[in-house]
């Protein structure tokens, strides 16, 4: 309605100006839009204690909040780098990457509202159903950025060189991993709501762990070189 | 007031260090910014419901903010991907694009507004009056989009090339259909509001959608060539 | 205390990587996020009203926040025009220049808070203190505008050549009518504040209509040529 | 989950388009993006007074509140400053830097929380463990970016060259004066909060003013040579 998705049924040019090319550096900068506006909407959600209750008691009661924030700030810094690493192979954008894409971010826009919904209703009758949702959403985010990546190894015109698709294709086989874990988290959340809570933590910690770890791995190896 | 236009009544220059010319980086990294914030912002507008009322029931409940997200999240990504295809067309700006690129921002800007008027009045008294004010605020979008493009169209200063004049023309025109839908959604809305926010489901739906189908038909066409 | 001004007493270098030389990317990425935010930040201060108020009486009611939202909108939008059109003639930044622009964004920041408080006071007893406030935040944020403008065309290591020195100097003389258009509105909002806000309506328009007015003009001089 | 790391525990590549390399443009729009939004959402803190109060008194009792905006501005902007001058030093990121980036962002996201926390609570009960609070996430994203400059000088492969290893040792070196401060403000805060708040206070105004000192005894030096 209010605009069209720069369709051209008559085109097949697939150079870099073609009809069908978007560019990288809008892609990249609305992606990182809407992911720096989430994670930082979720501090939003931890609603400051009102000034005549003891401070204390209330931050311990907030806990499940400061949870919440740290378990989405991992989970969507986490698909944050898988995305960078995977445009740093792109050269440019078509109708198709960019509709993918804010299929991924509609998802990922959507955490700070799961996330609430989780942690506030942990310890209550409803927290299995609010850690399933919460689970359902981070795997269609995580479906999603998926099938972006899919979809860009199969289209070569996008990518910077050849050795692009094969790393394309690796990246998306190491995801498995992840999504695995994700849908243990999703079968838990009914049966013991607060073990997938407590899944996600040590999956989201290992995002950010990980990196870390695997680089003294890679110092030591450069050492030994 | 605070700022001046950078008018320089005497200035004649056009090249792309003159008085008048302004850049093309600031211009998409503000855009994208207020794209980003603005569908973004449509999350803010699902209230989480409170801990005492039952989770599924408090989400049945809320399915008309999940359909407002939904739909405007696509129609901003909609214009977003619009305003990508032009500006790759660009290879600067000056004080009237900027202009007209901060009207368009101004009702983008506007949408998480009508979007949560429209879904929180539907099925009450007022549906019409905010489906039609849903719809007016998606075509004062659509048409200072399309008056950016016809702007930018006659300015070849602006663009990369002379190619990028004929492909902005042919950009303005594809895109009568879908204000033209636009106008049959704002008349359907006050004698059928429900069945202008389906139209507004249905068309926001085909802006994701076009651009995946669009793809697998010209990958066909790459193979018989 | 979090952290340091990257000040260091003993540097001397002017050179582009120097230890006091910062990067313009960045100067304008932060900019940019700030001057997009604080324009999408205005729309939330519109509330939306409570289901059972009869719509067209309630947005009745709101004029003054929609008139806020235009006003604000409009001036950050023209404040982000002239930065554009200043940091286009810088080739780097550097400590002075990044403080400054963050006494600039301190103000901006501001402008939500008091575009709110003017327009919620409007007709009320209170409306001249409000009108005066929001006329100072403006004021404040013109003229340290100006001083970053004022302190770049003294810098020529900061600018990309000596032209943009003479164009500099061009511009903050012509800021002088903005800024005192900016001091008559804080004059005349305690004797009268709607007159005030009148003026603010004023130019804010004009700021986004002269772009466009001189342009036509422009494009008239450069047909007679 | 939803993302992996981006880890390829077979990978010991360290060119540029290596498996572990991750690009600086998405490295720098991220962080401006969420010190932006960050630094923009702390006016969100400072609440509209109703407009059955009279403004002015209204007004004195929120002094807190902007004072709490005036000190955060300050030290996330002094955050953004350092932050800058080490990207620039840098020719591309890797998994470490993004994830030891990310904590960094996570403790700054937190700010605008804990500077409403610590002013609400100024002059109550609970100020003290309010203003430690405060000191503590400030501290603690000071010590993080202070391990990502020493990750950076430590790791050549990321840097533009040789000179800029030096130059990130001494940021790492002159920094223990403001970590020291901070914790200077964290003791006083249990024994005298308002005197450590007042610490926050100064130092964070020397965030802004030592850039324009320092620039002008740098002219001063220029002149003389």
């Known amino acids: 309605m209010s605009a069209d998705s720069n369709h051209h049924p008559q085109g097949s040019t697939t150079g870099d100006r073609g009809p069908r090319s978007l560019p990288l550096d809008r892609f990249n900068a609305f992606s990182d839009g809407v992911f720096a506006i989430a994670i930082t909407l979720?501090?939003?959600?931890?609603?400051?204690?009102?000034?005549?209750?003891?401070?204390?008691?209330?931050?311990?009661?907030?806990?499940?909040?400061?949870?919440?924030?740290?378990?989405?700030?991992?989970?969507?810094?986490?698909?944050?780098?898988?995305?960078s690493g995977v445009t740093k192979l792109m050269k440019r954008g078509d109708p198709a990457a960019y509709a993918l894409n804010l299929v991924l971010l509609l998802f990922v826009g959507l955490l700070p509202f799961t996330t609430t919904l989780m942690v506030?209703?942990?310890?209550?009758?409803?927290?299995?159903?609010?850690?399933?949702l919460y689970g359902v959403d981070l795997l269609l985010a995580s479906l999603v950025l998926s099938a972006l990546i899919v979809y860009l190894a199969r289209e070569p015109a996008l990518?910077?060189?050849?050795?692009?698709e094969g790393t394309l294709g690796r990246v998306t086989r190491q995801r498995w991993a992840s999504i695995g874990l994700n849908?243990?988290?999703?079968?838990?959340?009914?049966?013991?709501?607060?073990?997938?809570?407590?899944?996600?933590?040590?999956?989201?910690?290992?995002?950010?762990?990980?990196p870390l770890l695997g680089l003294r791995r890679h110092r030591r190896e450069s050492r030994a070189a």
């Not at 931050?59 to 700030?73: A, N």
Request: avoid cysteine; aromatic fraction near 8%.
């Open 159 to 164: 990518l910077v060189d050849n050795i692009a």
């Open 42 to 83: 979720l501090v939003l959600e931890i609603a400051v204690p009102p000034e005549d209750v003891p401070l204390l008691a209330a931050l311990r009661e907030l806990w499940p909040e400061f949870l919440g924030y740290y378990i989405s700030f991992a989970f969507i810094g986490g698909i944050w780098i898988t995305h």
């Open 120 to 132: 506030t209703r942990l310890g209550g009758e409803d927290e299995g159903v609010a850690a399933l």
């Open 183 to 210: 849908v243990v988290g999703i079968a838990l959340a009914l049966v013991a709501p607060q073990v997938a809570v407590a899944l996600y933590l040590v999956v989201s910690t290992m995002l950010l762990i990980i």
